[in-house]
């Protein structure tokens, strides 16, 4: 039949004269062109209609809530690496206390009872830390693996404008399954025994053993530590700047001190001993020696209010510092902060810093700003005490934000 039709065009069209042919060829053309054309616009309003536009924003926004779940996922595995970060200094310290305890039950072999209660402390505090290494090795590269992924989504979603509907659910799927086998819930800290090494007594003193051997070696030292930790809870002090180590029970004894905790020589600082000097009621502590601090250390610090308007707290041996140890410094209720021993600062340090509610802060050891400091310091409310090429640097900032 299509044969026939084609053949029967065929022979009408060799009757027509060329121009005939030529006009039939145009309309037929033009007609073809004006259907394309309606087909296209329709299918052009289709896409671009409201309603598809509204759907589409709705995905969107549905993506994006789960989106904000991913993060929050996230910003809970860095929390609870922090909490458990504070709990590991926390065991540690006490850890050391137990071990110097069951070291003087040792040498005075006086009570085997409280030796053997104390070695089931050791045993306990000891099994607690093993199953807190544990738990922060499970969530070493979690909060990165997070954020890798959580790009990867955003990302996506960025695209989908140029994408399909079936994109749509394959992505809300992806997303919907990562929340369902990653959600985290911290729980109290658990000993699972299969999971670590529970010591035995004997385990613990030979490691006792082992510490009293390399003590031994550095024998003057702590001797003269010693003598001088002993003579503070006789309530002499004229020796306690002499100090490189101060154990939490010097410090309680060092209460007793006025105006000023003098410890400029103090190297080592256990976050139980900074706690014990957080009731102290005298205007100065000076531990311009400390290389470094802890989380729970720079806590403690942190807490210590003093007994007067112009308390000082001077951490001056300190040449740099973690964004982490600068949120618990800026929360110090001293008048005073002097870290002058800090040469740089980074943008997010300088940040916690500067929302100090203390009325001075010293940083006349600064070289450098990284990027972004420098607006942090310029937004300080108290009196900043820097060196004059910094001074000038912050100045500037100041100027330019009039």
Request: charged share 30%; aromatic share 10%.
């Given at each position: 039949m299509f044969q026939n039709l084609c053949t029967g065009i065929y022979i009408k069209m060799q009757n027509m004269s060329k121009n005939e042919v030529f006009y039939r060829f145009c309309k037929i053309f033009a007609i073809l062109l004006c259907l394309s054309s309606i087909i296209a616009t329709g ?360």
């Amino acid at each position: 039949m299509f044969q026939n039709l084609c053949t029967g065009i065929y022979i009408k069209m060799q009757n027509m004269s060329k121009n005939e042919v030529f006009y039939r060829f145009c309309k037929i053309f033009a007609i073809l062109l004006c259907l394309s054309s309606i087909i296209a616009t329709g299918i052009y309003f289709h896409r671009k209609s409201p309603s598809n536009d509204n759907s589409n924003k709705a995905r969107i926004e549905e993506l994006k809530a789960k989106l904000t779940k991913i993060k929050n996922l996230r910003e809970k595995l860095s929390g609870e690496q922090e909490q458990l970060g504070e709990k590991k200094e926390d065991f540690i310290d006490k850890i050391d206390e137990i071990k110097e305890e069951i070291k003087e039950e040792l040498n005075a072999a006086k009570n085997p009872k409280r030796l053997d209660n104390r070695f089931d402390n050791l045993q306990e505090y000891d099994a607690f830390l093993q199953e807190i290494d544990r738990r922060l090795k499970e969530l070493e590269h979690l909060p990165d693996n997070f954020l890798s992924i959580e790009r990867h989504f955003d990302a996506n979603i960025e695209m989908l404008g140029l994408k399909s509907e079936a994109d749509f659910d394959k992505l809300k799927n992806q997303m919907t399954k990562f929340i369902s086998e990653n959600s985290y819930n911290p729980n109290k800290i658990m000993i699972d025994k299969t999971k670590i090494h529970f010591k035995s007594k004997e385990e613990l003193l030979k490691e006792i053993e082992l510490s009293r051997k390399k003590q031994r070696k550095g024998y003057s030292n702590y001797t003269k530590n010693k003598q001088i930790w002993d003579e503070t809870c006789q309530a002499i002090f004229f020796r306690t700047s002499q100090l490189t180590e101060l154990s939490p029970k010097a410090a309680k004894c060092s209460l007793r001190i006025k105006d000023t905790l003098d410890f400029r020589k103090v190297t080592k600082l256990r976050p139980l001993a900074a706690k014990a000097l957080i009731e102290w009621d005298g205007d100065e502590i000076n531990f311009d020696s400390l290389k470094s601090i802890s989380r729970s250390t720079a806590r403690y610090l942190a807490q210590w209010k003093g007994g007067s308007k112009r308390t000082r707290l001077k951490l001056n041996g300190l040449t740099s510092i973690t964004p982490q140890i600068a949120q618990y410094l800026a929360k110090s209720k001293a008048a005073h902060l002097e870290l002058n021993g800090l040469k740089s600062l980074s943008r997010d340090a300088a940040k916690y810093l500067s929302q100090g509610a203390y009325h001075h802060l010293s940083l006349e050891g600064l070289k450098s700003l990284k990027s972004g400091a420098g607006v942090y310091l310029a937004n300080y409310k108290g009196t900043l005490y820097v060196s004059y090429k910094i001074e000038q640097r912050i100045y500037g900032i100041k100027y330019l934000n009039k």
